[in-house]
């Protein structure tokens, strides 16, 4: 009986050293696993607040408030000098909103600035939708974009209080509404003048995200099948659905159930019919518009 009890004992010491050993390896390799799933995300890239799209207002304001402290200048100018660095880029809308929101004093320190910026002449004005090249197209969205964002924030100080240039300039308001259901908006149609002054509104009362580009002409279907593939992977959202493409002039990004969406740019200088579609995906053959520039 004894060398039985024994020899049960012995297999229990060892069926508890494997057990044990093997819950060893499992933690370590949880460990490992959990260890490598942190690093990956830790090391995944991580959206530059002054480029690129899908990033929070706040990181914007936090990324321009850090510059203007370094340079001992105020928000408003070092957001004016990103927009001119931004070019095309993907953040050039939301840093227009930002440089407009400013403290009105601000503002008025920077309006000289301001004005001559918006009285320069357009760089190839009439280039931006006769060549296809992404240089050309790039410098014109650009220098039509600064002048834009420079304009719409001038026009957000009161009245009494914007520099006596701005009389002469006459901004056209457009406003829209995302028919709610309906993948639509109402008005859809619009017309005004080469190189005018645009702001387009759209109200969003929509259950869901819509977004507004203004295209070149003939352009509706490459740009809405380029948007359906961005829907197909990850980059689609960090570009909030906006193909990389010349053709693609002016860009309001997503805009949020219950929502306005704001966007200001100077009208095209040649006469045409410009697409305006949200590209959300799947949106497009449904949800489009035109712009008519005569």
């Known amino acids: ?22 819950q060893h390896a499992s933690e370590t390799a949880n460990h490992s696993h959990e260890h490598a799933t942190s690093a990956a995300v830790s090391d995944a890239p991580k959206g530059n607040p ?23 200048i105020s928000i408003a100018a070092a957001t004016l000098s990103e927009i001119e660095a931004c070019d095309a880029c993907l953040a050039r809308n939301d840093l227009a909103t930002i440089l407009a929101a400013q403290p009105a ?41 600064v002048k834009a964002a420079c304009v719409r924030a001038i026009f957000a100080l009161p009245e009494n209080e914007r520099p006596t240039e701005a009389a002469a300039w006459k901004p056209v308001t457009l406003k829209t509404t995302a028919v709610p259901g309906k993948m639509s908006w109402d008005p859809k149609e619009f017309i005004v003048s080469p190189n005018s002054i645009v702001a387009i509104e759209m109200n969003n009362p929509d ?24 829907g197909e992977g990850a980059i689609g959202k960090q570009r909030q659905y906006v193909p ?35 590209t959300y995906p799947g949106h497009w053959r449904m949800m489009n518009g035109k712009l008519k520039v005569q």
């Open 1 to 22: 009986m004894k060398c039985i009890h024994c020899a049960l004992c012995i297999g229990a010491i060892l069926i508890a050293s494997k057990h044990s050993s093997a």
């Open 50 to 72: 002054l480029r690129d799209a899908e990033v929070a207002q706040t990181e914007r304001v936090a990324a321009l408030t850090a510059i203007a402290k370094s340079a001992s």
């Open 105 to 145: 004093a601000d503002l008025k320190a920077l309006a000289p600035t301001l004005v001559r910026k918006a009285n320069e002449s357009t760089k190839d004005s009439t280039k931006d939708s006769t060549k296809d090249s992404t240089k050309d197209a790039a410098n014109t969205s650009a220098s039509r974009f």
């Open 207 to 230: 259950s869901m995200q819509h977004n507004m580009l203004v295209c070149s002409p003939g352009s509706l279907s490459e740009i809405g099948v380029a948007a359906d593939k961005l």
């Open 244 to 278: 990389d493409s010349p053709k693609v002039l002016e860009i309001m990004g997503l805009t949020a159930p219950n929502t306005t969406g704001v966007l200001w740019f100077i009208a095209p200088a040649k006469t045409g019919t410009y697409p305006l579609v949200c």
